[in-house]
């Protein structure tokens, strides 16, 4: 079992920057593909960013790309999500997510965190 706990999230203004965490409770934290998703209202939960194992394979989503960065510490148990130039399109719940490190960036795994809100005004 793997619990995850995100912080970070916020109300900034459109052009701002956030940075979210997620840290983990596994000591097999280094094991899972690391992925951020977020949901808008009346909106599917949709993939915004993920990074495998070793930090070595990374997956943006496009609305993101080029704005958004993701990161993990496995000392820490933490994956970061770096957040600058925020649209108020990027409001949203944000998900910490794990799973297996193999198949489709898109398909989540079965360890979620709580979800932290980001707000983003314009």
């Known amino acids: 079992q793997v619990q995850l706990v995100e912080s970070g999230g916020g109300l900034v203004q459109a052009g701002g920057s956030l940075r979210l965490s997620c840290e983990a409770s596994?000591?097999?934290?280094?094991?899972?593909?690391m992925s951020w998703f977020r949901q808008a209202p009346g909106k599917e939960r949709d993939i915004v960013a993920g990074?495998?194992?070793?930090?070595?394979?990374?997956y943006y989503a496009a609305s993101v790309k080029g704005r958004f960065t993701i990161s993990r510490d496995n000392a820490k148990n933490t994956v970061y999500l770096q957040m600058n130039s925020l649209k108020p399109e990027d409001t949203a719940v944000y998900y910490c997510n794990a799973g297996p490190s193999s198949g489709s960036w898109s398909i989540s795994g079965p360890y979620w965190g709580q979800g932290t809100q980001v707000t983003v005004s314009s």
């Open positions: 990074i495998n194992r070793s930090g070595g394979g990374i």
């Open positions: 596994a000591r097999t934290f280094s094991t899972y593909r």
